[in-house]
Nanobody, 115 residues
Framework: QVLLVESGGGLVQAGGTLRLACAAS????????MGWYRQPAGNQRELVAG???????NYADSVKGRFTISRDNAKNTVYLQMNSLKPEDTGVYYC?????????WGQGTQVTVSS
């Protein structure tokens, strides 16, 4: 069974940093597209950052210049470095791996940014 496990969430003050990690098992992350999504309470899940199998990066406008997605194929892990955090970055962060035939989600990790 494919498993995506997020870690690194927590409570941080505005302006602080967090680094999320998503460790994958039973898949090779480099063969699919990976994304970090977040879901604020009472709102829909939205894409924050993504990296394609070819290495193309994309970011939501709200996080450009502050967040960085990266991938370590040797560790089969994708990361999200979050700097200059704002209260509006608060939410549950999920990682996602997908190909044309598969679509998997992690269980999520809570990020709370206090003002």
């Amino acid at each position: 069974q494919v498993l995506l496990v997020e870690s690194g969430g927590g409570l941080v003050q505005a302006g602080g940093t967090l680094r999320l990690a998503c460790a994958a098992s039973r898949i090779l992350i480099g063969y699919g597209d990976m994304g970090w999504y977040r879901q604020p309470a009472g709102n829909q899940r939205e894409l924050v950052a993504g990296i394609t199998s070819g290495g193309t990066l994309n970011y939501a406008d709200s996080v450009k210049g502050r967040f960085t997605i990266s991938r370590d194929n040797a560790k089969n892990t994708v990361y999200l470095q979050m700097n200059s955090l704002k209260p509006e970055d608060t939410g549950v962060y999920y990682c996602n791996w997908r190909t044309s035939l598969s679509n998997y989600w992690g269980q999520g990790t809570q990020v709370t940014v206090s003002s």
